[in-house]
């Protein structure tokens, strides 16, 4: 069959690199793709919010599934379009989306359902946002309530902290319309992973687990960033959390909105906090999480493309995964001075050399200029390995990464450390 795939990220690199290797695939197109992606799948330069664009190209193209990598046309009704002209689709309706769209909302559908998270008040008015973070004090997390790339979330040290950026988002100016309302909630401490889920109506298929680094620097530290690195499995999901996960997260936020009426068709990405007392949620998101895509395509052995049709036509029942042993670890470069702003278009060589390392290279904001890839957005690539431990997947990256030759780029050296010090424990 041909998949049309929107997106043009690692995620949709990710996607398209897997979806090439499904028997049930013959051909990949990608709107708008990238130089990484243009070796997987036919791109078509237009760009992924482009929703008219994207519905004539689909309509020229008569895939016979449509696969949307990114939140944000999903949160701009991408599928209720595709789905009202029958196409089969990956991704959730508009309404589904709402659940990452709005931070204000996907708490106010957690409490409704039961769903473990943090204690939290949404505000619009900068007083009483204050009062409110007085009352709880410091530490305290303030997030942006609409889209912000993964930024826009400030965990403060103190209440002036706090205020500050509470202010800063009311007035709009650090994230335009989507800090318009926040969410102010209390501070969590554990360890964080990532259980997603393949979705189709009541049927709710875990993939495997994973962990991601949100910070920019290294032993955790710095702001946070859309992802800086992951790997799969995540140890510190047991088999006993996936299941507590499934029972009390996945499920009942998937039922509350059946019940407001929202279908869900796609991935379900829970962000989940291992605390003291017990498992809490920090977020959903819609979609695949970009790096955690990475390692998981690089683990699934399963025809991604028969799982995605499956779960687009309502019979993802009885599918089972079927997943590498190894473990996949991959590290995100981005362009130095991410996620503030970068300088773009400097050349990156050598990829040829990392691959050979034994990675797979999984382009996110290139672009092709003379001939030479050039970056073009702040995270620019995701080195990927497997192996028999995360350490010795941790250490194909970075070893292969010595041949990288680039130097406005920066990489953590410690993705996979939680993991790696639980497998020297072992
Ligand atoms: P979110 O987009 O809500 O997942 O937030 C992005 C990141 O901020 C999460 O992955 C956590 O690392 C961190 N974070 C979010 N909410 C909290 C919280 N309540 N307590 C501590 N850290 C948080
Ligand atoms: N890696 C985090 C996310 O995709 O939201």
Redesign the pocket.
């Known amino acids: 069959m041909k998949v049309l795939v929107i997106g043009g990220g690692g995620r949709e690199h990710a996607l398209c690199w897997k979806l090439n290797r499904s028997d049930s695939v013959s051909e990949v197109v990608c709107a708008p793709g990238n130089p990484g992606i243009a070796k997987e799948a036919r791109c078509i330069a237009i760009g992924a919010e482009d929703i008219d664009a994207l519905m004539q190209l689909a309509r020229d193209e008569q895939p016979k599934l449509v696969v949307i990598g990114p939140e944000v046309p999903l949160v701009m009704g991408l599928a209720d379009k595709l789905r009202a002209e029958n196409f089969a689709v990956f991704g959730p309706d508009q309404a589904a989306a709402e659940l990452e769209g709005s931070?204000s909302f996907s708490k106010a559908l957690m409490d409704e359902a039961g769903v473990p998270t943090?204690f939290f008040e949404t505000h619009t008015d900068p007083k009483q946002a204050e009062a409110y973070i007085r009352k709880i004090g410091a530490p305290i997390?303030i997030?942006a309530s609409g889209l912000a790339a993964?930024k826009?979330?400030i965990?403060a040290h103190t209440e002036e902290e706090a205020i500050a950026a509470s202010n800063d988002m009311l007035a709009g100016n650090s994230f335009g319309d989507a800090g318009s309302q926040v969410v102010i909630?209390?501070?969590?401490?554990g360890e964080?992973a990532s259980c997603l889920f393949i979705v189709s109506g009541d049927t709710i298929l875990p993939l495997a687990s994973s962990q991601?680094h949100?910070a920019l620097l290294d032993g955790d530290n710095g702001p946070?960033t859309g992802g800086m690195g992951a790997y799969s499995p995540a140890p510190c999901v047991t088999p006993e959390v996936e299941q507590e996960v499934l029972n009390t997260i996945a499920k009942p936020i998937i039922a509350a909105l059946k019940k407001r009426g929202a279908n869900f068709i796609g991935t379900l990405y829970a962000?989940i906090?291992l605390t003291n007392k017990g498992i809490k949620t920090?977020?959903f998101n819609v979609r695949f999480g970009d790096p955690e895509c990475q390692p998981l395509m690089s683990r699934l052995q399963s025809d991604l493309g028969e799982v995605l049709l499956a779960a687009a036509e309502s019979r993802l029942g009885g599918v089972h995964l079927d997943w590498d042993s190894r473990k996949a670890l991959c590290v995100v470069v981005s362009s130095d001075g991410y996620p503030a702003s970068f300088e773009k278009g400097q050349a990156i060589n050598g990829l040829d050399a990392v691959e050979a390392a034994g990675t797979t290279v999984f382009h996110a904001g290139t672009s092709e200029k003379d001939g030479s890839i050039v970056n073009n957005g702040g995270r620019v690539l995701g080195v990927t390995s497997l192996g028999e431990s995360v350490l010795e997947a941790q250490e194909t990256v970075y070893k292969a990464l010595e041949n990288l030759d680039w130097k406005g780029g920066f990489f953590r050296k410690d993705i996979g450390y939680r993991a790696i010090k639980r497998e020297q424990k072992s």
């Open positions: 931070k943090a997390v997030k993964g826009g979330v965990i909630e209390e501070f969590l401490e964080e991601d949100k946070n962000g906090m920090l977020e």
